[in-house]
Antibody
Framework: QVQLQESGPGLVKPSQTLSLTCTVS??????????WSWIRQPAGKGLEWIGR???????NYNPSLKSRVTISVDTSKNQFSLKLSSVTAADTAVYYC?????????????WGQGTLVTVSS | SYELTQPPSVSVSPGQTARITCSGD??????PYWYQQKSGQAPVLVIY???KRPSGIPERFSGSSSGTMATLTISGAQVEDEADYYCYSTDSSGNHWVFGGGTKLTVL
């Protein structure tokens, strides 16, 4: 059974780059036809899709974040990563990683447990 | 950018039918998905491709679509169904996905 686990700094200074990693266990990130996605949720607010990377390495990003987001995959470590540059307090949120299949995009399963990232000096 | 619009809140008494709507211009051509999120937990899929239920989701959850509006219906809502519900879908390109703003369902 595939499991996902987010990791990274819980505190990032304004204007710096937020970097998170999602480690995949119980299966290979390069096997099958899956999208590997990042989703975030500010406290008390709704979910926001950040973007995704396909097994082939192709990416899609939320247009509102596209200029600041990079999602990449490291198959040797069975991980995929999120970088969000020039962060502000508005980027403070719980960040989730998740997987959805190419044949049923939109069905996120599994999800990571989520990791809180606070942007503050 | 593409948007999905949901009502902020819906309230019903136990045993009543709750309906949560989601409107979006691409919904006639793109399937909506519905997620349930309880406090402090990751979301759980309750409806996919308009009206299909994943294994383990109670039959009281159903979905439908008509034109630019999708509806999640909870027939005979239970107290344990209190949660935030999000619709999720993509724009016409299929490459940019978006969540609706979420609807807080209160059952009391």
């Amino acid at each position: 059974q595939v499991q996902l686990q987010e990791s990274g700094p819980g505190l990032v200074k304004p204007s710096q780059t937020l970097s998170l990693t999602c480690t995949v266990s119980g299966g290979s990130i390069s096997s099958g036809s899956y999208y590997w996605s990042w989703i975030r949720q500010p406290a008390g607010k709704g979910l926001e899709w950040i973007g995704r990377i396909y097994t082939s390495g192709s990416t899609n990003y939320n247009p509102s974040l596209k200029s600041r987001v990079t999602i990449s995959v490291d198959t040797s470590k069975n991980q995929f990563s999120l970088k969000l540059s020039s962060v502000t307090a508005a980027d403070t949120a719980v960040y989730y990683c998740a997987r959805d299949p190419r044949w049923l995009p939109g069905w996120f399963d599994p999800w990571g447990q989520g990791t809180l990232v606070t942007v503050s000096s | 950018s593409y948007e999905l619009t949901q009502p902020p809140s819906v309230s019903v008494s136990p045993g009543q039918t709750a309906r949560i709507t989601c409107s979006g211009d691409a919904l006639p051509k793109k399937y909506p998905y519905w997620y349930q999120q309880k406090s402090g937990q990751a979301p759980v899929l309750v409806i996919y491709e308009d009206s299909k239920r994943p294994s383990g989701i109670p039959e009281r959850f159903s979905g439908s679509s008509s034109g630019t509006m999708a509806t999640l219906t909870i027939s005979g809502a239970q107290v344990e169904d209190e949660a935030d519900y999000y619709c999720y879908s993509t724009d016409s390109s299929g490459n940019h996905w978006v969540f609706g703003g979420g609807t807080k369902l209160t059952v009391l």
